[in-house]
Structure formats: C-alpha cells, structure tokens
C-alpha cells in the first residue's frame, strides 16, 4: 500500500512572541507525525525535491508570526494561492488583548485554538486526537510566553 503525504506546514521565520509560538506549535505537530515542514527558502530557490513534496501534499497550512505575514506572501509570490493561513500574532491578541509577551495561559490557548481549526481542514487520518493532546502528560515548551 502506497504511503500516503502529509500536510505541508510552512512556518515564519522571525523574532516576534508569534513566530516563536509559530515554531513551538509546529514542532508539536511535527512529533506527532501530524505534519511535514517544507522550507519556504528552499521553495523560493527552486528546490525540486521541495516542490514535489508540496504537490503531493494532501494541504498546505501557513503558519505567520506577525502582521507582515512574510509566509504567506511569499508562496503567493511563488503563486501558491490554495492554504490555510494562520497569523500567530492576531490569535494571540485576541486572547491576550494586545498587551505586551503573551502568558503561558494565552499560547496554550492559542495553541488549542489552532489544533481546533486544523481538524475541521485536515484529512481525517492526519488531525491532531484532541481527546490524545488533551491527556497528553507531555507539556511543550513556549520561549514566547511570560513566566
């Protein structure tokens, strides 16, 4: 039986409390074997292997740290128009209330927020348990939150 792709997740680069939870959230859905991550550098220089990965892929998902959302302008500039897009920073301000380095309390909110909103996009056979992630004993760690 052939094996079948995962989603393509595609995650901001920079220094804001959003892209850090950016990163922190991909990389929890990568161990889960939820996702693949796909270097948008990689796609923007013409990497082949880069770009077979993503047209096999069953959904591409954008993970933006901040308003500038870089990710995502440049898989349009690549004219890649078919994703889910996620600005970091706008979920965390709407939880946080715009003020200052989210709290601990606001990225898991954030986090769970955006798990929710993938398993109502993703194939089936690649959502993210929330029955699992919610009796997980394994907490992540997030660099962008006040301690």
Request: proline share 3%.
């Amino acid at each position: 039986m052939k094996e079948q792709s995962l989603p393509i997740l595609l995650t901001c680069s920079g220094c804001s409390y959003g892209a850090e939870l950016a990163e922190d959230l991909s990389q929890s859905l990568i161990m889960q074997g939820k996702v693949e991550k796909v270097s948008i550098t990689a796609l923007s220089a013409g990497s082949a292997m880069h770009w077979q990965k993503l047209a096999s892929s069953p959904a591409i998902i954008v993970f933006d740290g901040c308003g500038l959302n870089c990710a995502k302008l440049s898989l349009e500039k690549l004219s890649i128009n078919t994703f889910y897009h996620f600005d970091m920073t706008k979920q965390l301000q709407k939880i946080n209330n715009g003020v200052g380095k989210p709290s601990l309390a606001a990225c898991l909110q954030v986090t769970k927020t955006v798990q929710y909103q993938l398993a109502s996009v993703l194939p089936k056979q690649h959502r993210v348990n929330q029955k699992e992630a919610a009796g997980s004993k394994v907490i992540a760690m997030f660099p962008c939150a006040e301690r």
